[in-house]
């Protein structure tokens, strides 16, 4: 059982937009800033968003991220085949003095 | 460039001990905090702890806490995780990833151990 709550999967068209939900807490979400991962299978997670709607150097505008009360948003727009991946939220849990995730979720691009 | 490099594949039989590396280049390795990462076979990513290397100020997630020690060595820019008696639900793949500015996000990441565990 993960900390943050995330949709065991989502799918969408591709050319259209989807997003990602992440459920948490006043010690996790509702007090520190929201990341963001994408992986693919067998490889290492790539940081996507940080505080909360923050795209490293890199990332297209495409995704973006947002943060209100104890839940966080990923969205993606103009799906393509290549979006399709696993997708983790994170955050700083301050009652567990540790890090925590999201329990992932898949993006299916029909 | 900022990399992690994560030492390789890994065997061993119930009860073993191990210890995993990951070497960061690139950038002051000491000043940053690295993490370790575990994902289970099929599974989610779960945070296990952190390390400052400067001073191996560590804290453990509570799900790890008693089950794996992770320390440094600054000289060689060297984090590590070690196992001391190895249980077959270990069997995993292992990620080191740096910590960000704040302790919210891991901006680089090796490209993972793998560990199997099997008599």
């Known amino acids: 059982q993960s900390v943050l709550t995330q949709p065991p999967s989502v799918s969408a068209a591709p050319g259209q937009k989807v997003t990602i939900s992440c459920s948490g807490n006043s010690s996790n979400i509702g007090k520190n800033f929201v990341s963001w991962y994408q992986q693919f299978p067998g490889t290492a997670p790539k940081l996507l968003i940080y505080d909360n709607n923050k795209r490293p150097s890199g990332i297209p505008d495409r995704f973006s991220g947002s943060r209100s009360g104890t839940s966080a948003t990923l969205g993606i727009t103009e799906l393509q085949t290549g979006d399709e991946a696993d997708y983790y939220c994170g955050t700083w849990d301050s009652s567990l003095s540790a890090g925590v995730f999201g329990g992932g979720t898949k993006l299916t691009v029909l | 460039e900022v990399q992690l490099e994560q030492s390789g594949v890994e065997v061993k039989k119930p009860g073993e001990s191990l210890n995993i590396s990951c070497q960061g280049s690139?950038?002051?390795?000491?000043?940053?905090?690295i993490a370790w990462v575990r994902q289970m076979p099929g599974k989610g990513l779960e945070w296990m702890g952190i390390?400052?290397?400067?001073?191996?100020?560590?804290r453990y997630s509570p799900s790890f806490q008693g089950q794996v020690t992770i320390s440094a060595d600054k000289s060689i820019s060297t984090a590590y995780l070690k196992w001391n008696s190895l249980k077959a639900s270990d069997t995993a793949m292992y990620f080191c990833?740096?910590?960000?500015?704040?302790?919210?996000?891991?901006?680089?990441w090796g490209k993972g151990t793998t560990v199997t565990v099997s008599s």
């Open positions: 690139g950038y002051y390795f000491s000043t940053y905090w």
């Open positions: 390390i400052y290397p400067d001073d191996s100020d560590t």
């Open positions: 990833a740096r910590r960000g500015v704040r302790a919210s996000y891991m901006d680089v």
